[in-house]
């Protein structure tokens, strides 16, 4: 069986400008990125074609280690709409380094439902990442540059500096550390430490921005920290803002690339979902819409985490509103929630696979709580079983959800035929009336409430002394009409990820709430979550190699 880099390397790739041809896209008006990559104008933006394009947004249930398929779906029904005649663009986030490296190997799809040049997707691309780091650590380098300052001090307590640097690398070592040391030359010692680039603000400030003026915006309403005694300082009193935009002045726009078909792709951002809001820039998206009738969307982890920041974040703040979720489910992930063992999920296992549903019937709820209709597709793996199937088609059907098998990772937009009719079905049934969970001024432990009681599941929330204490300070800044941006095992609906299926008679422990004042949000983080995530004990690194042509292997 091929790798999924052997099939991208064999795949016929075409000149970009054919692509942006097919979408109406002046060839003037694009900034290559070699042959095969692009960057587009924000002028491309109509908000008056947004208005009639139809938005679906692929979901899951919660994850198995590996994932579910979201982005190989995403690919194959864009495919499959192309097929049936249908204008169809995929808008996706850009893959992260770290699990590139880590867990994943790769983040472009998989077998025959990918986004083309793969390696150059995984791996640099056209440089977002790195503007992203470069503007986040810039800002960092005036904050301390201001305490080391005699003549333009703003006075910052040191203690209550907030912002961290970050890098595109999952890299545990650098979660806690004392900067500064060595002598006055070298600044100020205090404790500082990073995040990974995708968990980042700057990362969230990027996607959720209308333009540059907002972008720009956004970045001089980062909370930096406080004043001995008391005042909130942000990034604009440090007049980091303007030039933090000028790092980014070519990230915000989005990427052209293309699929394996030859159908159009725009790539743009790439926050996680479980530590930040999980979703591909409100401009990609935009542009998407006003350049196809159909715009295929994902948006990280399961529903729960992704989806509901979605629908909860980047809708209101882009007024947008999605016409359909696709509920991704692999036969594997059901009989995990289950509780059948990681070894096991091969083996055809039915009493597992109906204890496991209830993770996907809970999804399903949440789906129709935000008022819009869901297709389940079944993300087919080659060791399913007939029965097993069955038993979920059936089961779906009983609860009167449509339901499609989808052979997209083996047979690309054939296989994601049926899948592309049901949405299609989905759409114009009309059915859909989208409303957010919550209202933004609610108070602070209403809205993480809300989203722990109706999506979750849990009986309440247990908020620590430190998160108490953050929610006051909060409320000082007059940040509490912000929306909430839960961070949160993507394995388990509750905290603790080892907890499985659908649990119920649990409360959601809130460790603390960190303040994202410039990308819009605050983040209350339950359980153990953690910005920087570590590699696993046997990275996908350790796997990749490259030989004295050039050519690359491990990418998966």
């Known amino acids: 069986m091929k790798t999924d880099l052997e099939i991208a390397r064999a795949s016929e790739i075409r000149p970009i400008a054919d692509i942006a041809k097919s979408i109406n896209i002046p060839e003037v008006l694009l900034d290559y990125y070699g042959r095969h990559k692009a960057k587009l104008p924000l002028s491309l933006i109509d908000e008056n074609k947004i208005k009639e394009a139809n938005l679906i947004l692929v979901s899951a249930i919660s994850p198995t280690p590996a994932g579910e398929g979201k982005t190989t779906t995403t690919v194959g029904l864009t495919e499959g709409l192309n097929l049936l005649g249908k204008k169809a663009i995929a808008v996706l986030r850009e893959p992260s380094l770290g699990p590139v490296f880590g867990m994943k190997g790769g983040a472009t799809g998989g077998g025959y439902s990918q986004v083309i040049p793969m390696e150059d997707i995984n791996l640099h691309f056209t440089g977002d990442f790195s503007a992203i780091e470069k503007a986040n650590n810039l800002l960092a380098a005036l904050i301390d540059n201001n305490l080391q300052s005699k003549k333009r001090s703003l006075n910052l307590d ?42 980042s603000e700057v990362m969230a400030i990027l996607c959720l921005s209308n333009n540059l003026e907002d972008l720009k915006n956004r970045l001089g309403n980062i909370f930096v920290g406080l004043t001995f005694d008391g005042q909130a300082i942000y990034a604009r009193d440090l007049n980091a803002h303007g030039a933090m935009a000028v790092l980014l002045k070519d990230a915000i726009r989005p990427n052209l690339v293309q699929t394996m078909e030859g159908n159009p792709a725009i790539i743009h951002g790439g926050p996680f979902a479980n530590i930040a809001q999980g979703t591909n820039t409100i401009v990609a998206t935009k542009m998407g819409m006003s350049l196809s009738n159909w715009v295929i969307t994902e948006a990280g982890f399961g529903f729960d985490l992704g989806g509901e920041k979605f629908l909860d974040i980047k809708c209101p ?160 800044l007059g940040l509490n009409a912000l929306p909430v941006c839960i961070a949160k095992t993507q394995y388990s609906f509750t905290d603790n990820p080892s907890i499985l299926g659908k649990p119920e008679g649990f409360k959601l422990a809130i460790r603390e709430i960190e303040i994202a004042a410039g990308a819009g949000f605050i983040v209350p983080i339950a359980g153990d979550m953690m910005r920087m995530p570590g590699l696993p004990a046997v990275p996908a690194a350790e796997g990749m190699d490259i030989d004295i042509h050039g050519n690359i292997s491990g990418l998966s």
């Open 158 to 199: 040191p203690r209550s500096i907030s912002w961290k640097r970050v890098m595109d690398m999952n890299d545990r070592a650098l979660r806690k550390m004392v900067i500064g040391l060595g002598g006055t030359a070298n600044g100020v010692p205090r404790e500082a430490g990073f995040d990974i680039t995708a968990a």
């Open 317 to 476: 703040y882009a007024g947008i509103k999605p016409k359909a979720v696709v509920l991704v489910a692999t036969i594997r992930a059901l009989k995990y929630h289950g509780g059948a063992a990681l070894e096991d999920l091969k083996n055809e296992d039915i009493p597992a696979l109906e204890r496991g549903f209830h993770n996907l019937e809970k999804h399903l709820e949440n789906a129709q709580q935000f008022g819009l209709t869901p297709v389940v597709a079944i993300n087919h793996f080659i060791y399913d079983t007939a029965t097993e199937i069955d038993h979920v088609i059936h089961r779906c059907k009983e609860l009167g959800v449509q339901v499609a098998v989808s052979r997209h990772w083996a047979e690309g937009g054939k296989g994601a035929l049926h899948l592309a009719e049901e949405v299609i079905k989905a759409v114009e049934d009309g059915k859909s009336n989208f409303k957010p969970l919550y209202n933004w001024e609610l108070s602070i432990e209403e809205k993480i409430e809300t989203i722990a009681r109706k999506i979750y599941g849990a009986d309440g929330i247990e908020l620590s002394i430190k998160a108490k204490a953050d929610i006051k300070k909060i409320n000082k």
